[in-house]
């Protein structure tokens, strides 16, 4: 079926559900899309139009102006899996939210945003290939703390990779995102120092804190039904600017380099769990996430928009020793994968299409 909006001068559009989002997407009118309340996206949300929806303008999905991290609303993006694909020059914006379920495959193994269409279909044919976790590259590394200090800066500087020009991307930005299980600081440390950053992006280095105080400025609220900044997490880390092509996973499980870039910025990220050294050294980092995860329980049905109710707003012109226990805001960062002996990719932050960006935030 067709999409068909009858304006197309610029907007902006609250959205109070799921299916609001979708429709923002659609109308080409549309701009901004302004996340008001905690939600959960739903393929049901995306029946009613043609997809994928190519967009050819930028987009940003935001959250209530001028709110704090421990205030940002809740988009759960339910793996939803392949709604938008982005034009040439399109960026889609992520601010002021904090992002669930939005990569389904290990993020540090394959970064992207599972919403996103990758018209190539992996045939992609930059050199850019991430390197083993931890393998020495040239570029000029450096790891500022030598890993002593988990909440010391980690940066690696930009790899001379050659490569055609990607300008279509996501970003997050001034935002957070959760990570089922994050990756011990040590393997953070080295996995931002090796991983490349597509040359043509700003910036020379890759940068993370593999651990941050929380930015709840309240002490934590001990119930894993909710999903916001104010939860108990096992840790949390930072996002300082991470950029990195996205990839996917075909059917047999290899990983393919896409055509979009996924760059994060000023983004905390939030860990449900966390791997042990023990676990790491028993398992490797692929073999640790594979044994956590067939150890998680299932989450139970999603709650209605209702149920999760209102965000505040401010004025808007396997083994039980492999887990770390959700607490506070301490211990090994860096986002999960599964698949052994296959190269990391711990910016999974970052994605870019082939002259098409999306950028997620955080404040």
């Known amino acids: 079926m067709a999409n068909k909006w009858n304006s197309t001068a610029p907007s902006s559009m609250d959205c109070l559900s799921g299916a609001d989002l979708a429709a923002a997407f659609v109308n080409p009118s549309v701009n901004v899309a302004r996340i008001l ?40 993006m339910g793996y939803v899996r392949g709604k938008v694909s982005l034009g040439m020059d399109v960026q889609i914006n992520f601010t002021r939210l904090v992002l669930k379920s939005f990569r389904k495959v290990p993020f540090f193994q394959s970064p992207g945003i599972d919403l996103v269409y990758d018209a190539t279909n992996g045939r992609m044919q930059h050199s850019l290939s991430p390197p083993p976790l931890g393998a020495a590259n040239g570029g000029g590394e450096n790891v500022t703390n030598g890993g002593s200090d988990p909440q010391q800066q980690v940066s690696n500087t930009t790899h001379d990779i050659s490569s055609t020009v990607v300008i279509t991307s996501t970003i997050i930005e001034h935002a957070a995102v959760v990570h089922k299980i994050c990756i011990t600081v040590a393997e953070t440390i080295k996995s ?15 940068q993370a804190s593999p651990r941050v105080p929380s930015p709840n400025p309240d002490p934590c609220v001990n119930d894993t039904s ?7 997490w096992s840790a949390v880390g930072l996002y300082v600017d991470i950029a990195s092509m996205a990839y996917d996973r075909n059917g047999f499980d290899l990983q393919l380099q896409t055509s979009y870039v996924v760059r994060v910025i000023d983004a905390y990220y939030l860990c449900e769990m966390v791997m042990t050294e023990e676990c790491v050294r028993r ?10 995860a067939s150890l998680m329980v299932p989450p139970p049905p999603a709650p209605s928009v209702a149920k999760l109710g209102p965000v505040t707003q401010a004025d808007d012109s396997s083994m039980p020793s492999t887990t770390s226990s959700t607490g506070t805001s301490s211990n090994n960062g860096g986002a999960g994968g599964s698949r052994k002996k296959q190269p990391l990719l711990a910016i999974v932050l970052t994605t870019v299409l082939l002259g098409t960006y999306v950028i997620i935030m955080l404040r």
């Open 226 to 232: 909710r999903w916001d900044v104010r939860r108990c």
């Open 192 to 206: 931002v120092a090796t991983a490349p950053r597509p040359p043509w992006e700003i910036g020379t280095t890759q």
């Open 37 to 76: 309340v905690n939600m959960i996206l739903m393929d049901s949300d995306w029946e009613m139009f043609a997809v994928p929806v190519l967009l050819q303008r930028n987009v940003t999905v935001t959250g209530p102006h001028l709110l704090e991290p421990a205030d940002y609303p809740v988009l759960d």
């Open 283 to 292: 398992y490797d980092v692929l073999g640790c996430f594979k044994s956590m």
